[in-house]
């Protein structure tokens, strides 16, 4: 079929390339390409990445005497008459009858109102879609087909003639249709999409830029992209329909991988190129280790212990670090963190410490001064909260090098402080922040201090390929010995007087509490505490919403009249927070009332309840890290998810999960799978590469393909790949970032 497409038809048309605007494509206008531009479609290439979202198979169009109840089927009839007709009920009712010959066939949609107009008689239509056995044994019907009209109805302005209504025809029928999601309000139909891609392909050059080596095209079964191109908008015959249901057909394959190659060849090579910079080789004499080794309160972990030598060996090694430390919540991070800053500090190099909000700062800046004191290093805390002449003054010892550690928050440091000889920078819980914007942020300077970035929301491994494939990773993947499992229940608020009569047992037993709500007052609690990382938990009213400020005052002069109950929010002085915390801490505080402001780092062991009400309202990584504030003793703890109001079946999803799984990998997985990468991370500031064909969960494999591909190409491991086939890669490769991520340095 497609064959004889090509020889019958000949436009007197210019070659097209890829780069070719759009308006010089058959059937686009000035105005279609306006249209166009904002679906960012604005060359060949961009119309070719149009993809069909689903395909029909309409090779074989039935005749109607032929279909057989239940079946799915296409039939090409010609349209006979429709009407209107309403229920007894007052539902409209849109009826079309089509016939081949004498056969006829009842289509029917309900609420079909807006389809009145469509339908001419005489008109051909091609119908899909299940037959059933019509009301009271009339004949067959399909209920609400999917539809196409075939005559050349033009339904756009600009509309291109149709010359050759064979042609056209054969786009429609008798093969597998590609369908396309349409544009400009519906003025670009499917049917517009089809038949301008066709013509785009019929006139597009013979030889287009192909960035993959041939050799690995063979090696790895891809097809040339031209083909790729062609065979993903119109699939030859034999195609398999489940693989192009599934966008596995080697055509989407071969674009697949490409996209995905080119990110990892890109992330590869930004990393070789970071690993050539000059950085700095600390030394691990024997006196650093005990250094070291003298700062632990305790016996690390066999993954810390493992962890730490990956990073000690990363530290000595000439060329900057940068690795991604991956721990769930309570693997004992920090210590691991701490220990590394010993080296670098023993090495007489400062260290910068950098925590994503001021209760965690200060948090980091106790237990460093706990941890490092004593052996005589002089740590400083640097957040906004300070007074401005403390502040200048702490700068200024910074800058002398008189101070070894500086603890604070991301903006404070990046922004504002410059050290004498910063030779190590650890980033704790960034877990918001993309491998976009980390290459826009790399500066250009002498020495580049070792970076180590700490990440408590554990990445599934084909997200940290995407998104942190410059960075090496460690896993730490063991809880310190001695934790017992969290159990983990939910409930509804009705019964909240239990609960609160087993937050005062525990209470009774010595132990403190946590009780978190989704807002402070009237607003949601993410829009006032942006900078703690509150997720958006999918739609949120305004009302009906239990606040932590209302309920503070409850629970301190109703329920807990005995107890001491303390108060923690985003808008709270810091100075407030700071005391709260340190109080709880110490526990004159029983029960804290609190936001999300608690969602990362806060370690207070003997804390052993968690309370979340409207838990149905959080995301499900927001409740594993609040899950994660206890369970951080030896005492046995409890999560208690209270639930009130009207839950989403997403909701529901969610809570079952939480109770079934603590595994953070996992939850990690089904959150992304639930919320999208975008949402996962935080949407734009993620900055998550865009791909237009490949999808992270669905094309895993071919994503491990990918990179394993990328690496060899760069480190020149693979024989196979030769000089020139190097330059193809980087030339395209260096098109590819700039237009694809706006980058214009690569490699
Ligand atoms: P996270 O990885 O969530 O940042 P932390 O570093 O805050 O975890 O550690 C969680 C708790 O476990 C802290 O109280 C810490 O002191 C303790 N801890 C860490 N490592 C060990 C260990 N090896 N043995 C016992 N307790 C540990
Ligand atoms: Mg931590």
């Given at each position: 079929m497609l064959k004889k497409l090509h020889r019958s038809s000949y436009h007197l048309q210019r070659v097209l390339e890829l780069r070719t605007p759009i308006q010089f494509v058959k059937g686009v206008g000035p105005r279609i390409a306006e249209w166009l531009g904002q679906k960012n479609i604005s060359t060949v290439e961009d119309l070719l990445y149009y993809l069909p979202f689903r395909y029909e198979n309409r090779l074989n169009p039935r005749g109607i005497g032929e279909l057989r109840p239940g079946e799915m089927a296409t039939v090409i009839a010609e349209v006979r008459n429709s009407a209107v007709f309403r229920t007894k009920k007052g539902m409209p009712i849109f009826e079309l009858v089509a016939g081949q010959g004498r056969s006829t066939l009842k289509c029917i949609w309900f609420h079909g109102e807006y389809l009145r107009?469509?339908?001419?008689?005489?008109?051909?239509?091609?119908?899909?879609?299940?037959?059933?056995e019509g009301w009271k044994g009339r004949g067959l019907q399909i209920q609400q087909p999917q539809f196409e009209l075939l005559d050349g109805s033009a339904e756009g302005e600009d509309q291109p003639d149709l010359e050759n209504t064979k042609e056209f025809e054969s786009l429609e029928v008798g093969r597998i249709v590609p369908i396309y999601e349409s544009a400009a309000s519906g003025k670009l139909t499917s049917r517009w999409f089809r038949r301008t891609v066709y013509g785009a392909l019929q006139n597009l050059a013979a030889e287009i830029p192909d960035g993959l080596p041939p050799v690995l095209c063979r090696r790895l079964d891809l097809l040339d992209r031209r083909t790729a191109f062609q065979h993903v908008?119109?699939?030859?015959?034999?195609?398999?329909?489940?693989?192009?249901?599934?966008?596995?057909?080697?055509?989407?394959?071969?674009?697949?991988?490409?996209?995905?190659?080119?990110?990892?060849?890109?992330?590869?090579?930004?990393?070789?190129?970071l690993r050539a910079r000059p950085g700095i080789a600390f030394a691990l004499t024997e006196s650093v280790r005990q250094a070291v080794k003298k700062i632990l309160p305790f016996h690390p972990t066999a993954a810390q212990k493992r962890v730490l030598r990956e990073i000690a060996e990363d530290m000595q090694h000439p060329s900057p670090m940068r690795r991604l430390l991956q721990g769930d919540v309570g693997s004992g991070k920090t210590i691991v963190a701490l220990q590394a800053a010993v080296i670098a500090m023993e090495n007489g190099y400062q260290v910068a410490f950098m925590a994503p909000t001021e209760i965690l700062a200060t948090q980091h800046y106790l237990s460093a001064r706990h941890a490092l004191e004593e052996a005589g290093y002089r740590v400083v805390l640097l957040t906004g909260s300070l007074e401005e002449d403390r502040k200048r003054n702490t700068r200024r010892h910074i800058a002398h090098g008189d101070v070894h550690l500086v603890i604070g928050t991301h903006a404070l440091i990046q922004e504002k402080v410059g050290f004498q000889n910063?030779?190590?920078?650890?980033?704790?819980?960034?877990?918001?922040?993309?491998?976009?914007?980390?290459?826009?942020?790399?500066?250009?300077?002498?020495?580049?201090?070792?970076t180590l970035v700490m990440t408590a929301t554990p990445i599934p491994r084909t997200l940290a390929l995407t998104l942190y494939g410059d960075l090496d990773t460690s896993v730490l993947d063991e809880l310190p010995p001695g934790r017992t499992p969290i159990t983990t229940r939910t409930v509804s608020d009705q019964r909240a007087a239990e609960v609160w009569d087993f937050v005062r047992k525990q209470v009774k037993a010595g132990r403190q509490a946590y009780v978190v709500y989704p807002v402070i007052e009237g607003a949601p609690a993410e829009q006032q505490e942006m900078e703690f990382g509150g997720e958006p938990a999918g739609s949120r009213s305004k009302t009906g919403l239990k606040a932590a400020l209302h309920m503070f005052e409850e629970l301190r002069s109703r329920i807990f009249p005995d107890l001491h109950v303390g108060l923690l929010h985003g808008r709270l002085d810091p100075e407030k927070k700071d005391e709260t915390m340190r109080q709880f801490k110490a526990g004159e505080i029983d029960v804290l009332v609190s936001t999300t402001v608690i969602e990362v780092g806060v370690d207070v062991p003997n804390a052993t309840v968690m309370v979340i009400?409207?838990?149905?309202?959080?995301?499900?990584?927001?409740?594993?890290?609040?899950?994660?504030?206890?369970?951080?003793?030896?005492?046995?703890?409890?999560?208690?998810?209270?639930?009130?109001?009207?839950?989403?079946?997403?909701?529901?999803?969610?809570?079952?999960?939480?109770?079934?799984?603590?595994?953070?990998?996992?939850?990690?997985?089904?959150?992304?799978?639930?919320?999208?990468?975008?949402?996962?991370f935080g949407t734009k500031q993620a900055g998550m590469p865009g791909f237009r064909v490949a999808?992270?969960?669905?094309?895993?494999?071919?994503?491990?393909?990918?990179?394993?591909?990328?690496?060899?190409?760069?480190?020149?491991?693979?024989?196979?790949?030769?000089?020139?086939?190097?330059?193809?890669?980087?030339?395209?490769l260096r098109q590819h970032w700039q237009r694809r991520y706006g980058l214009v340095e690569v490699g």
């Open positions: 107009d469509r339908f001419k008689p005489g008109q051909l239509v091609a119908l899909y879609g299940k037959v059933e908008h119109f699939a030859p015959e034999e195609e398999s329909f489940q693989a192009l249901e599934n966008t596995a057909t080697p055509a989407h394959r071969r674009l697949i991988f490409e996209e995905l190659f080119f990110l990892e060849v890109g992330l590869e090579l930004k990393r070789r190129k910063l030779g190590l920078v650890i980033v704790d819980e960034q877990h918001r922040f993309g491998v976009m914007q980390r290459f826009k942020l790399m500066k250009k300077g002498e020495a580049e201090p070792d009400e409207h838990a149905e309202r959080f995301g499900l990584s927001q409740l594993h890290q609040l899950r994660g504030r206890i369970g951080r003793g030896a005492a046995k703890s409890y999560c208690v998810l209270m639930t009130g109001g009207k839950i989403s079946q997403e909701g529901e999803r969610r809570l079952k999960e939480m109770v079934r799984t603590q595994n953070g990998f996992e939850i990690a997985e089904l959150d992304l799978q639930l919320r999208g990468p975008g949402e996962f999808n992270i969960f669905r094309d895993r494999s071919l994503l491990e393909l990918a990179k394993a591909e990328a690496v060899k190409l760069v480190h020149e491991t693979d024989p196979q790949i030769t000089m020139d086939d190097r330059h193809r890669v980087m030339s395209h």
